[in-house]
């Protein structure tokens, strides 16, 4: 029986992106990885109510070779550690060129993770905090929330709610 998944972008949704001239950017070392208030919480919530909850987050850098995979994935330990996520979808190409499926906006990370873990996405949501989240969880045909984060980039799809925080974006999950 396919289960239902809650994909979450990473940066600016799980822990705190760093704004600069109006657009976020991820924490460049493990001492600035910051987990956001309340979000173990909310995914202790999500997780209770039945949901799988699933990380899908770019991170170019990696391929630009301005981070440091092992980096990135102490981050990702760090996360796992403090909140009940299943699984994390990395796409660690540049988006420069180089063939991809799965850098957001594209839903090949979704698309694969639903094949992987038999998850339908008809029932599932994807939060996010960029349009790369929204429309990627739309093409993949989950519905949307947005995270409002004060950022400069407009959207190109509209999402199916927007909440300020990943605890306000599990109240409108649960309440569906």
Not at 78 to 105: F, M, N, Q, T
Not at 138 to 158: D, K, M, N, Q, Y
Request: aromatic residues 6%.
């Amino acid at each position: 029986m396919a289960k239902r998944a809650v994909f979450l972008d990473r940066d600016g949704v799980l822990n705190r992106a760093f704004v600069r001239d109006g657009i976020p950017h991820p924490p460049e070392a493990v001492a600035e990885f910051e987990i956001l208030p309340g979000v173990p919480e909310a995914c202790q919530r999500l997780k209770a109510a039945g949901y799988f909850l699933i990380v899908a987050t770019n991170q170019p850098d990696v391929g630009r070779g301005t981070q440091d995979r092992a980096t990135v994935e102490e981050m990702h330990r760090l996360l796992l550690a403090s909140a009940p996520i299943d699984a994390v979808e990395v796409c660690w190409h540049s988006g420069r060129g180089e063939p991809c499926a799965c850098r957001k906006p594209l839903p090949g990370m979704l698309l694969a993770a639903a094949a992987r873990h038999d998850l339908d996405l008809r029932l599932s949501w994807m939060i996010g905090d960029r349009w790369r989240d929204i429309d990627c969880g739309a093409a993949a045909g989950c519905r949307t929330i947005f995270i409002e984060g004060g950022h400069s980039e407009p959207l190109r799809v509209s999402p199916d709610f927007t909440a300020r925080s990943l605890a306000e974006a599990a109240d409108i999950v649960l309440q569906r």
